[in-house]
């Protein structure tokens, strides 16, 4: 029973994609895992996951998570939220599979809103049939990146292109074995106002000058996808691959943080849910001193916070998916702050515990948990640290009570 | 209907309380304590609480949390939900003005669903005018009482009476100047069934055999209101007078608990809306070490913690309420028992921050945050203490996992 | 010699005070309850203690944490501590039965090193023989104490006299019956260097123009000893009542505080003893859904988690000890401020959950723990808020790796 | 300044010790983490590694934990314990650089105690020198191990042999490159009591029908010397390789784990200090929103905390190591099991703030904290979880207070 009365297609998507979860990606899990580990080769892209995709376009189940109705079904983030949810229960499979993964959703919006129609085509429409994947660059190694103005890669202007010379890292995908373009954040202008000195670019991968260096480990795992750390050396970009205009890196950052932030939050829950529910089978099938582990009140304790932080945090994001879709993304910005800090810090929690239930075997690849622990860990940084978020938070709060307002 | 599009009705009712709150609780705040400074006893009842009383009354603020048209405005839990929280910010005045204090507003319930004609005549109605208060009394000082069925105050048949024996401790409100009348629970049959064994009574508060012992202090505070515990010795209470019948008792605190706790739990939200509000305020106007305590970063962590975590129970609290309103008390029992556990324990962290912002002042009488400390620390215990509230809500999740379900 | 071997007469007074805590300590308890419900005044002085303080003395268990010599037992530090938590375990009779409690303590020391012969004859004399009792007044309610240089009460020189003009509060033993003088701590020099403004001078509690304006309460509760708030409206004090001379207060406050400190966080450990004790005998009387509290597994994993912290706290508590012996108060001002901000936070825990598990009656006067949380509370801004206390020691840290040092 | 007399010889060896970990193991890290990642087995043994052993030999740094003079220096525990700790911060290197690492270590003292002559001259005598490795077999993955009467592998005596049938995993170090030889616990008599139905036996690694089936990750990481999941079928193991005898097994892994879990949590405590070391230097060289986050009250609190945590968990491991030897390891096993849980959980928290100062790197191998993380996770769930010892803790304290004791 949901709080809110949810629209007739978004119950229609719910179901269909429930069915989808129960029917092809949890069985596929077991054969991902096997046709990962017979390649040898962590960015290998597994057959099993191509098949996954054409069923899930065929049941009509792809490119949910875009907003606008001339590219995708155009549900709301309050319509989206919940599929969001669901595809976090198997996050190496079902945001893929349904081609609403991370960072290719927030590059698709940017194409869709800023994009030249050039990149429309060329870009947009095979990332949009999921044939091929894109990156964000944006981190860099040097800078405290959650300052956005710290943002230290040169894109100086020559004749009809920008050259661009720096390093950036973390940049999520470009590891993935479809991976073509990416859009790169630079520093365009060091005198211009603080939030115009940045543009952002369309690159392709294979432009002269990039190179990728290495695909960094998160907390051991060297990711599919990949997170990769890139050089760029005189790389040359034409003034047309520009998005939006010189200066625009800023807004356009902001723009696309907002979706991106909730759908990370939406993930999360669905790992929190999916590690709740195997801590519980766990702890009633395995037996220590005479007892199954589920009798003892501590276990006991976990799981009704672990049920208790998730309703919490389900229903927060939900009224954040609300506002952005009512009053928008910059009215919702301390509720998207909020869910941010609290949505991988509550699935952290529950999924730290659930490893514990499981004993040592839940620390190893025989279980989903310390791949969704290393991921989360990667969300309290990815976009911000908490305390950034936090900060922004309390100072929204603070205003309240300065100069005797209310 | 949305979470987020409340009633016209609703609305109203919030903005008139709103501003009887800043027109007359929070100025009448301070003539409270130097009134009950000035009678030296704690259980004085001062005038400025019969003004605000008439002052409500005339604002039709009055009996707002009654469910049932013919006696209230008949909100649903969803509509009064917002109002409790408001009342909670100023606990020792607001609820009191408008007739919507605990046990009152429980005790009021069971008249209505449960009581006599004789008893509506005699309690119920002069409750509703706030001419009368009324206790409750469940707990016992010599057994657990999280653990409802080892109740053991005897209720003993003889001829057209019951004869009480036993002792009950925080039998909250029974020392309030205008109490007059008491529920009382109790065992009438050790041989039946483990719930059908308790029965509920009405009981004058001067009826022959009845003793208040004493008053019990809560962290020190000796409350106003009370929380007595009472000696029974041969108390004879009529037949007519025991609540729908015998070996009801279980039942009828079953149905009395639901809208209690969620009242609870609205309020202990208002009051860590109320704390926050006093720490920013606070940590903006003390300068410590060159610069106002608002601007350290650690304070800024406690700020944003708190707004995070009282939009998430405040969003459970609601979706508690319309679950009640929609599908009933017991379909909602696990988010009734997750706000129990929530609530008190968010807003008693919110508490101590802003009383560590206040520095020792914090502390004291001059400061409502001590007091709202004692209040919630003592929720945390009231109707079942946090771990057995945790206990029930596990047992629903393990449940959902057992036999092979989902 | 090791930390765990202790001096033979060490051994000899833990011995002594352990027995003196048995035979005579704990059974006064009820009677010193009585005695206080009885008098009906708050800072009654209960013939049990002045009972039980003939009996420590005559046993030679008096003024044990003076450490020089001739004035005292002559105790280090190291031989202290333990003696100090077992007083803990029962802090309203244990401290003052021995001559042992703060601000005395403190005051008797400063009077020891800093007092002139007519302050040892007139006040230190009878403050070591129990007769009268003394008050410390420093923290001020208009500025944030934790930073001392915010002093503001001002100390004018005028001819042979300061007058003084200010308001002090926490001034704490002030409102006890036997109390006589105070050390005052003010402002002579706004002009001087930031440490070198204050003085500290000694004001007989009835000098003209000092006006005891109330006891605060402190969570609810009025301590016998009393915390005062006090008016000083040009109050003369001579020259030479000047503790050590003019611009000395900060110097005398930093001696002061060491054994001030420390000998606080002995006796919250004991309270924290103490508390589990109860925790582990109410858990195992008390019975629940068939079974002691105590079989409950998140029980044991308090018990556990106590045990596990008191043991840690003791030993950092007894190395502070060791290196204000051997190498001064100010090589050990880390581990200082490290006991004082974990010693009440270790303790409030588990006093928390002691309260707990005792159900309501572990908040009220029955039990010993909601006075424990209430002084605790107390401690953690006593003497500086933790916060200051953790901003002291990062900046030792911080500085081990400036300029290359490692 | 430590808490303790030290021994000459203990401070000998902690400068020797730190003067090797800043000429050589420091400098090591880098190399090693180039050979690896050149090798590209994960289960390489680096040259480094060789070349650091011989240094440390030459300098007397080697079997530093053995506490029998004649196998080694002889150091008591607490001598031994600074010396872990130091190597601990540098986990991969300084343990196996000085013949000092898990499980070699608890493996020798089984053979130096309980070994035959054959089992010193071919197992023993090696592994001091250096030359070999080996296994601890005893966990299983389909059973709670925590409750050690679980283990299941079958030991069935046949003739002069024991055929061993069933599986193991996270049998550490059995996929080192020199690992040679195991020692295994299993049942050799389901029907004795409890406690005397496990042997422990020597099994060489290459025994026929022993088979290494993989080598599990742990978050995300493959050691190198691995966590290997080995099947047992009809393995024959002599009778002469029962060590101490039948029956012993749960009495040899009793006498085997008071030492193991000490040492790990020495290290555990290395790691902690180097990681708060890593927090400060970044907290003080990465500028955000205009100035150090070293300058952020929240990052103070962090490391303030980190420090009070550092300092209390490492005077426990001490007066645990105290224990040990003076009243044995048994008398001491409260201790045992408090630091057990106590300083893998301190330890965490502080890499995990660690990592969160560091961004989006601190995560990757470009700093040693990730690594550092799994290893202290793992170290949550080795030996038995964290609530098996808390459960053994309570039930000492609760103990105490059965039957009037007191």
Redesign the interface.
Known sequence: ?S???ISERAKKYQADLLEFMDSHVYPAEAIYEEQMAEAGNPHFQPPILEELKSEARSRGLWNLFHPHPEWGPGLTNLEYAPLAEIMGRSPHLAPEATNCSAPDTGNMEVFTLFGSDEHKERYLKPLLEGTIRSAFAM?E?Q?????AT?VQLSMVRDGDHYVLNGRK??ASNALHQNCKVMIVMGKTDPDAATHRQQSMMVVPLDAPGVTLMRG??????QDREG?AEIDFTDVRVPVKDVLKGEGEGFAIAQARLGPGRIHHCMRAIGMAERA??LL??R??S????GRP??D??????W??????EI???R??TL?TA?LMDTVGNKAAQ??I??IK??APNIALTIVDRA??VH????????FPL??F??HL??L???DG???????A???Q??R???EGA?
Not at 143 to 147: E, K, P, Q, Y
Not at 303 to 308: G, P, V
């Open positions: 029973m709080l809110f009365e981190t190694p800078v405290a990146s959650s300052d710290n890292w973390f960094l480990t998160v907390m051991g795992y997170h709740l529910e519980c089978k702890a009633q395995r037996v220590a001193f582990i589920a003892n009140a501590n276990i006991r304790d799981i009704a916070e672990a049920r208790i309703e919490m945090i229903l927060l009224k609300y301390v509720e702050a909020a800090v609290a490893m514990q004993g040592a075997g839940g620390l190893t690849e025989d310390a791949g622990w290393a860990r990667t309290r940084l990815a640290p908490d305390e950034v978020h936090k900060r938070i309390a100072r709060e603070l309240k009570y300065r209310r």
